[in-house]
């Protein structure tokens, strides 16, 4: 587990935002998504009938953004390139597992990569085996983390922004510094100086009225 | 919505938010894998949240990784129990090979609800018990059906000495006191009918302990306890 010193500089709101696109191509990004959809499936069924296509085809359309979210979690792009490796053959060797009927490839293959980040990140024999320099950059990586930036960037107007927008703030960001920064309960009571049974009590009730807008 | 654990489904938020620990995280996946509902609430859920994880700025990947990934499952020998083999989804044994991997004791937490994943054909029992040993190691699991029934599995390899058997125990209350569901006859799945006893409910101990062979003399545990656990209820 890594150790993070807790009231460490808080997550205060910014209004940066970085470029999207222009609105005027919605429709092809919807048609986009759709087809990426169905690749995603289909490479899913290829690692399933064993054929590693499927693999590359994941590599080819989600790669760099798979990587891109690791490097968020993880802080470091060497760890994260190990990450996603192990990941990707935790998809081959699970892609029989995925059904359709439980929310989408797309999302079931994020998973696959953000639990292989988590499980690095909580592994204390792996981090134990770093140099303490190398351990350094680390948590001075993951301290530099905003998540509660990053749901801003989301594109504007998207039902999951205005949802998080309605959250009460501390919920908002005990909710974000989990699922965006990777942040145990612990970390996270640590970093927002409260009980720990506060941090799980915020992140629930953020949570559940979530889930009730997202409905 | 109505037959999941209330317990169950703040677990599978909390899988979802990236919250629980790497053992947490393997049990929770093998029940999901099992209950169709609760796999398509975690789905939407993912889904709902992926936007989050788009957010991160895409990195270059390297054309090496693809021939790691195929180097690393070229090298990895098979398993005798490949992870892709599939589950039918009203399996109610769980897979041997899962139990190592939840060996540490903060499954103990999670027996809530545990059940609610199996979809164990015929009645729906009333509480079930992961029973563990002293380690904190999951051996066996009852669930006890409510009408003097019970069914027992276990889920670790237990090596019963010659000359000796396991037995099932349950406590009621502390008035009743031990009271025996029945000798088995070695550690092999089992069905147990006993004796008139109030219907089971949640925290309940049950235990498997090692006794004389035929049971034990007393009508009490006596021997080494195999495993022991509260009981969950279900529904």
């Known amino acids: 587990m890594l150790q993070l010193a807790p009231n460490t500089p808080t997550f205060g709101m910014t209004t940066t935002y970085r470029q999207r696109p222009p609105a ?16 995603l499936r289909d490479a899913l069924k290829q690692c399933a009938a064993e054929n590693d296509d499927g693999l590359v085809q994941i590599l080819n359309i989600e790669g760099p953004q798979l990587l891109g979210l690791a490097t968020r979690i993880l802080g470091r792009r060497d760890l994260a390139e190990d990450a996603l490796q192990d990941a990707m053959v935790q998809i081959w060797r699970k892609a029989q597992q995925f059904s359709d009927t439980s929310g989408s490839a797309r999302g079931w293959i994020y998973a696959i990569v953000r639990n292989r980040c988590l499980n690095i990140l909580r592994d204390g024999k792996r981090l134990s085996l770093m140099s303490p320099e190398d351990l350094a950059t680390v948590q001075e990586a993951r301290q530099s983390i ?70 | 919505m109505t037959t999941l654990s209330n317990d169950l489904t703040l677990l599978a938020d909390d899988h979802v938010l990236g919250l629980l620990s790497e053992t947490e995280a393997t049990l929770i996946e093998e029940i999901i894998q099992r209950d169709p509902e609760l796999a398509a609430r975690v789905g939407r859920l993912r889904d709902q949240l992926l936007p989050l994880d788009l957010s991160a700025v895409p990195q270059p990947v390297s054309p090496d990784l693809i021939d790691a990934v195929r180097a ?63 380690a904190g190691n999951p051996q066996a699991v009852i669930e006890d059906y409510g009408n003097d029934t019970a069914q027992v599995r276990f889920v670790a390899d237990i090596t019963v000495p010659d000359g000796q058997s396991l037995q099932a125990w349950t406590l009621p209350s502390p008035e009743i006191g031990a009271t025996s569901l029945g000798v088995l006859d070695g550690a092999r799945p089992a069905f147990l009918d006993f004796d008139d006893l109030p219907n089971p409910s949640g925290q309940q101990l049950y235990e498997v302990t090692l006794e004389p062979l035929g049971g034990s003399p007393t009508g009490r545990p006596t021997g080494p306890i195999i495993g022991k656990g509260f009981a969950a209820l279900q529904g």
């Open chain 2, 72 to 134: 690393q499952l070229a090298a990895a020998t098979p398993a005798p129990a490949p992870l892709s083999s599939p589950h039918p989804a009203n399996d109610p044994h769980p897979p041997r090979r899962f139990w190592p991997a939840v060996a540490a004791a903060s499954v103990v937490g999670l027996a809530l609800g545990f059940g609610a994943g199996w979809q164990t054909p015929g009645p729906d029992p009333v509480v079930v018990a992961v029973l563990l040993d002293d």
């Open chain 1, 24 to 39: 005027g191509r919605t429709r092809d990004r919807m048609t986009h998504v759709t087809d990426r959809t169905a690749r």
């Open chain 1, 146 to 215: 905003e998540p509660t930036q990053d749901w801003e960037i989301l594109a504007s107007g998207s039902k999951l922004q205005n949802c998080l927008r309605g959250l009460d703030d501390k919920n908002r960001e005990a909710i974000l510094l989990a699922y965006v920064g990777g942040y145990s309960h612990g970390e996270i009571a640590a970093k927002q100086d409260v009980p720990l049974g506060t941090t799980k009590s915020w992140i629930r009730r953020g949570l559940t009225s979530l889930k009730e807008c997202l409905a």
